[in-house]
């Protein structure tokens, strides 16, 4: 019997209290006794040579405790970087160093070149502009393809060019590929833009390093979705501190969206500042400086070519993708091009052929790594794209022609050409619910209501596929992974009976405080009331990698499983000693252990008293204590899929795009807690739709960003967007974890941003305007220019 | 330095600023009243909206010697005296009209302000209305509905 | 933000002795503020004009003129204006409703933004800008880009608009900073149409002497679709091109007429 706080309740959020009365405790609300104050200098300029840098005066100023500049780093390792990706020459790419403070040069703007700590904030700044810095400009690269020319300006003196790595996927499918499409009976081209973002988590990143030189431990408290991958990145690379003697807490986050897996400088240079100063040194980002220093997300130009037969069945897929890695190579930046993306290219369809090369190439621009989807809304995008212009040419409906290629239900599981094997699913199903919640019949009528007002309606569909649950650690180790992608639980019972879970997986939004119970109470037959999570703090949680990549149920969620299961096991041991029955003959259902077939049973919190007071207890056989640890490592990744149907209004004489309705039919395998899990679809189609029509990381030609704050940088508003309808009754469950949950925190981000750029070319179309492609953000200007230079309108 | 005196969720208090203090660093700093949060140095996002007698402002740009003398509301004091949660703050649980939080104060402050105006604000009106708030998780969906259900409850 | 002294007086001759020796005026802030926090200036005394009760209020003159003090927040004026709908539904939207409960007419009018609602009334309505220290007519106050022929230290007691028979603003969003895009200001009188445009160009706020000749003629929205924008001198950023902008220039005064 499900409980009413069990899997699959729309359970109320427990951490809500503590965030609606302000009692949240965000890093920038901690505040350690002595702390002092650290503010960076930074590069105004993409690129430069430092000449000199002089801090006499500046140290002179009221409240200054110390400059720091790169000599004081000089003896530190630099930012490292967790995966080396193998070119399709099988050489490794090229890595240049990351310095924690600039080392003789600087390379996007941004760029840190010295760190004052003062007193207090203002005087941190005021000494901050007395600084003496002379920067020796050096021409810039922010384009990609002026970044490949022979003879480029180099980012990386050191470097032979500013090719990070040529990668094929995969590689000996490469001359088949290319062969089908030569001989194919249509071929469709598209050449796109998957434009730049900036995550802009609405809490600005923050950090306080704090040291204690009698025990020589430090502690950083940092605005992280993986606080022990911090620990160890952080402690092994940067700058040499044994895990025991160090701890990182991440306490409440406000939102990350990957932006806060990375190990970032100032996390480093507070940490390495508070020793320095025998004082706690604390950094809280501007948004201003947020936006330069933040990694940022897409960034790519690609180029895909799709071979169909004469009955509109794919024979192959051809991508070429450049990808901008920026200035310097991020924590996870050469895996987002590569293995996020290049493995997602068959996308819901049975193509046989498939061939991706990505060349990642180093920009003077912030670094660019994964943000919500990461490598997969590039790989969906491009797809969905050329899809539905394929099926304008062949003049069949895009609904139809997805159908024609859906990997059928009976194929699974399913390998693609592309070295994944999907586990489950069921498109026609998605696509089915989809045709319904979105009432496509309906939308020609639509249409020309929309026509008497004199707008233009366009329909847009979309079908992503994803890969979840991030990852079988064997696998992305072959891959050039430096970790392993594990998660770790601990179920520790207390005498009472109530239960602490200590996870490595991380909160910052997706309500882990209340879905994580419901396992718990579920497989427990306890109240959820009666369950406590604990995550964020390396001093208390065992080895996590944490959450990203829709990972933290699928993963998370099974280490928790794997945890209880033992836990089980043991109880059943000491209930049977209880009964002075046979361990075979006892069974746990509903929080009692009962010898089977009889009613004699025992409950939950006996038990556990027991094993906490074992006075009657198998002591010659079983420890006293019930607390077990579980690390669970995927054997596979999971595979959500869903529908989408974006709905536009295109007004022809602004070009402005309303967004009239969007509808999401997702399959994520079961669910825990659909209240919550709407709230992610939610979010994710947000900023889906924020890319498409609005959001935009731009650069000029000397490296400026010239959208660096919120008055540039359109961010999606209340008023942007509709209500959403969305459904998640296809569900097939994932095979391969015990919960058959895949995740949900990006599936809207990946799914939606085709849906509206196709929307938009429908509704153009539909006017008589011969546009069969808008580069995203399809801004009003950008749309009413598509319009307008459509000379055949 | 100033010496400033306002009446904080219904508290007197007085201190010491600077004329450049900003009344959400007086709040966060000096009274420790953190649950008002800054997001943004544009004054776009709307993380700070507290109330200065009686209408939502946002506090990242006001200073606090502009507060003097004036009643200033903050999230914490929209709460009762036991921690129960005011009609918007349980809409907002009720509904999940909220994720990482960090908006949150700032989005029940403007709500708070919005239904102050309209008691029974439609969707388009509600979503006029937030166009100073932002959210990057909510997709606003959740928000909006939690807005109306608190009107409802309000009657 | 760099240290200042901020003096907040109750007076305005108050406040002209405060400013006496240098400083700036510091109205409702949501401009100057942020600029501040990015050390963009560095004032050293700065005079609130927020206590000076007589710089706040809404009222009609005896020409029937509607009258709003400086320090009058655009909020009041959404509220309180409604002796004049088309501007107190332009000050209903600039911004956001915090930004409202703060800025005022004053401030606005001062900063001079290209992309400001409020200019774009004041020109449109011929509304004459009133200071401690004289009389502005409209067409005189705006001198560029954020530039106006206010003195240092000079205050804005009042703005006075005359009622136009119908008028409407007309406002195409930048969606990132709620500026207008492109706004235009279409306020018909008996002795003629004035159109005013921001937004749009490099210059800052303009009349668009065409379309007011056009719509005296023939106050319908087809009125100006004959016209030409020409994009030269307007503004090009990321939000919107040239030729961009001239096409909105001509649409959001279509639009306006259509609602007045």
Sequence with gaps: ?793 | MIEISMEVNGREVTDQVEGRTLLVHFLRDQLGLTGTHVGCDTSQCGACVVHVDGRAVKACAVFAAEADGRQVTTIEGMAGDDGSLGVIQQAFQDHHGLQCGFCTPGMVMSAADLLRQNSNPDEDEIREYLEGNLCRCTGYHNIVKSIRAAAAAMG | MYSFELRQPTSIGGAVRALADGGQILGGGQTLIPTLKMRLADPGVLVSLGRVDSLLGICTDDSGRLCIGGATTHAAVAEGGGAYPALARLAGRIGDPAVRNRGTIGGSLANNDPAACYPAAVLASDAVVATNARDIAADDFFTGLFETALDDGEIITEVKFPVPASAAYAKFLQRASRFALVGVFVARFASGVRVAVTGASESGVYRWSEAETALSAEFSPSAVDSLSVAPGGMIDDLHGSPEYRAQLVRVMTSRAVAAC
């Design chain 1, 1 to 793: 019997m499900p409980k009413d706080d069990g899997i699959g309740a729309a359970t109320t959020r427990r951490e809500d209290p503590r965030f609606l009365t302000g009692k949240g405790r965000y890093t920038d609300d901690i505040n350690v006794p002595g702390q002092a104050h650290a503010f960076f200098l930074r590069s105004q300029v993409a690129h430069g040579r430092i000449a000199s840098l002089d801090t006499t005066a500046a140290a002179a100023s009221d409240g200054v405790i110390r400059i720091f500049t790169g000599d004081d780093f000089a003896g530190v390792g630099g930012l490292p970087c967790g995966w080396q990706v193998t070119d399709r020459h099988g050489q490794p790419m090229q890595e240049p160093p990351h310095p924690v403070l600039a080392q003789g040069k600087v390379r996007h703007v941004g760029d840190p070149i010295a760190a004052v700590v003062a007193e207090t904030l203002d005087q941190a700044r005021d000494a901050a502009e007395r600084i003496d810095v002379d920067i020796e400009e050096l021409p810039t690269v922010t384009n990609m393809q002026s970044a490949l020319e022979d003879g480029a300006v180099r980012v990386h003196d050191d470097l032979e060019s500013n090719l990070c790595y040529d990668w094929g996927f995969i590689e000996d499918n490469r001359e088949a590929v290319n062969a089908a499409i030569a001989g194919a009976h249509h071929v469709t081209t598209l050449e796109l833009v998957n434009n730049r973002l900036v995550p802009n988590a609405m809490e600005p990143r923050a950090a306080i390093g704090d040291y204690n030189v009698a025990t020589d431990e430090h502690t950083l408290y940092t605005t992280s979705q993986n606080p022990h991958v911090i620990r160890l990145l952080m402690g092994a690379f940067v700058l040499g501190i044994p895990e025991h003697k160090l701890r990182v807490v991440a306490p409440d986050v406000g939102g990350g969206f990957g932006s806060k897996i990375y190990h970032y400088a100032e996390e480093a240079f507070c940490t390495f500042a508070a020793k320095a100063i025998n004082r706690a040194v604390k950094w809280t980002a501007d948004r201003s400086e947020a936006f330069i220093t933040d990694a940022h997300g897409r960034d790519h130009v690609t180029r895909i070519d799709l071979a169909l037969d004469e009955n509109g069945k794919f024979l192959a897929i051809r991508t070429d993708t450049l990808a901008n890695m920026g200035a310097y190579l991020s924590t996870f930046a050469p895996s987002i091009p590569t293995y996020l993306h290049g493995t997602l290219m068959a996308g819901n369809y049975a193509t046989p052929l498939i061939y991706v090369n990505v060349k990642a190439v180093f920009t003077n621009t912030v670094p660019v790594d994964a943000y919500r989807g990461a490598g997969r809304p590039e790989a969906t995008f491009q797809l969905e794209r050329v899809i539905d212009k394929a099926a304008r040419e062949l003049s069949i409906s895009p609904i139809e022609l997805r159908r024609r290629n859906f990997i059928g239900k009976d194929q699974f599981p399913y390998a693609t050409p592309v070295a994944v094997e999907y586990d489950t699913g069921d498109y026609h199903a998605t696509m089915d619910k989809l045709e319904e919640i979105a009432d496509i019949a309906g939308f020609s009528g639509r249409r020309a209501e929309s026509a008497a007002n004199g707008k233009l309606r366009g329909l847009g569909i979309s079908h992503y596929i994803e890969a979840c649950g991030i990852a079988p650690s064997a696998l992305v180790g072959a891959l050039g992974a430096r970790a392993g992608l594990y998660e770790s639980a601990t179920v520790r019972v207390n005498a009472t009976g109530s239960v602490s879970v200590l996870t490595g997986s991380h909160s910052h939004g997706q309500g882990h405080e209340t879905t994580f119970p419901q396992v718990v109470a579920d497989l427990l037959g306890i109240d959820a009331e009666q369950v406590a999570i604990v995550h964020g703090d390396t001093a208390t949680t065992p080895m996590g990698m944490g959450t990203y990549g829709s990972r933290s149920i699928a993963v998370g969620g099974t280490a928790i499983v794997k945890a209880l299961e033992k836990v089980i096991a043991k109880a059943k041991k000491i209930a049977a000693h209880l009964m002075e029955a046979s361990e075979a003959d006892v069974t746990f259902a509903d929080g009692a252990f009962t010898i089977a077939g009889t009613d004699r049973s025992v409950a939950w919190g006996d038990v556990c008293l027991a094993a906490y007071v074992p006075h009657n207890y198998p002591i010659e056989e079983l420890e006293p204590g019930l607390e077990e640890t579980a690390f669970y490592d995927p054997a596979n990744f999971t595979f959500p899929a869903g529908a989408y149907a974006c709905e536009v209004e295109v007004d022809p004489a602004t070009g402005e795009v309303e967004i009239c309705a969007f509808a999401a039919a997702d399959d994520f395998g079961n669910i825990i807690n659909p209240m919550i899990v709407d709230g992610q679809v939610h979010g994710g189609l947000a900023q889906g739709i924020g890319q498409a029509l609005m959001e935009h990381a731009v650069y000029d030609e000397h490296g400026q960003l010239l959208s660096g704050n919120f008055m540039d940088y359109t961010m999606p508003r209340a008023d942007d967007l509709p209500s959403f309808v969305i459904d998640h009754s296809c569900q097939t469950p994932c095979t391969h974890n015990p919960l058959g949950v895949k995740g949900c925190g990006e599936a809207g981000a990946i799914g939606s941003p085709p849906a509206v750029v196709n929307a938009v070319i429908d509704a153009l179309q539909s006017g008589g305007h011969d546009v069969d492609h808008i580069d995203m953000p399809l801004t009003s200007c950008r749309v009413w220019t598509a319009i307008n230079a459509d000379t055949g309108s």
